[in-house]
């Protein structure tokens, strides 16, 4: 059984860097076509793909957030992270790391509450 | 950028069926798929390409797509089925896109 588990500290401050990291079990991370993707969700709003990256360390993320982001993997833990540079309040959410196959989400994360504070 | 819009809510009785739907910009030549949303959970993948439902959800929940217009129907609704859902799609080959998600009540 696939499992996805999101950790990284649940505070950060206005104009740092959120870093979060997914540990995937029961799934190698290399195998191809799935893509590992990272998810967020504003309080009381919709789901917002962030992006993905892929078992040859390409990545695709969404313009809406090109420039301040960047993700990566590390084959050797089984694991991929995402770093959010220069987050302001508009960034707190939950965020959730999941696998793509088949055109779609089939296995995601708990979900990890990211509070950005001044 | 690509657009899913959804109704906020739908109400449905017990045992009555309910339809969500999820338009977008010829959305029938693109694959859609649904997620159902508990209060504090992760979405949970209930359809994928349009009408294929993944291991263990149940016959109950059906999908198709056609034209500008995807849909999820909960046929015999159950009081379990009071959630958020939510359509996705792909935007791009390279991004993906979700709805603007709709609550279902069950009265």
């Known amino acids: 059984q696939v499992q996805l588990q999101e950790s990284g500290p649940g505070l950060v401050k206005v104009s740092e860097t959120l870093s979060l990291t997914c540990t995937v079990s029961g799934d190698s991370i290399t195998d191809e076509n799935q893509y590992w993707t990272w998810i967020r969700q504003h309080p009381r709003r919709g789901l917002e793909w962030i992006g993905y990256?892929?078992?040859?360390?390409?990545?695709f993320y969404n313009p809406s957030l090109r420039g301040r982001l960047a993700m990566s993997i590390d084959a050797s833990k089984n694991q991929f992270s995402l770093k959010l540079t220069s987050v302001t309040a508009a960034d707190t959410a939950v965020y959730f790391c999941?696998?793509?196959?088949?055109?779609?989400?089939?296995?995601w994360g708990r979900g990890i509450l990211v509070t950005v504070s001044s | 950028s690509y657009e899913l819009t959804q109704p906020p809510s739908v109400s449905v009785s017990p045992g009555q069926t309910a339809s969500i739907s999820c338009s977008g910009d010829?959305?029938?030549?693109?694959?859609a798929s649904w997620y159902q949303q508990k209060e504090g959970r992760a979405p949970v993948l209930l359809i994928f390409q349009d009408d294929k439902r993944p291991p263990g959800i149940p016959a109950r929940f059906s999908g198709s797509n056609s034209g500008n217009t995807a849909t999820l129907t909960i046929s015999g609704t159950e009081a379990m089925d009071e959630a958020d859902y939510f359509c996705?799609?792909?935007?791009?080959?390279?991004?993906?896109?979700f709805g603007t998600g709709t609550k279902v009540t069950v009265l």
């Open positions: 999941a696998r793509e196959r088949s055109m779609a989400f089939d296995n």
């Open positions: 990256i892929y078992y040859r360390a390409r990545t």
């Open positions: 996705q799609a792909w935007d791009t080959i390279t991004a993906r896109v």
């Open positions: 010829e959305l029938g030549n693109r694959h």
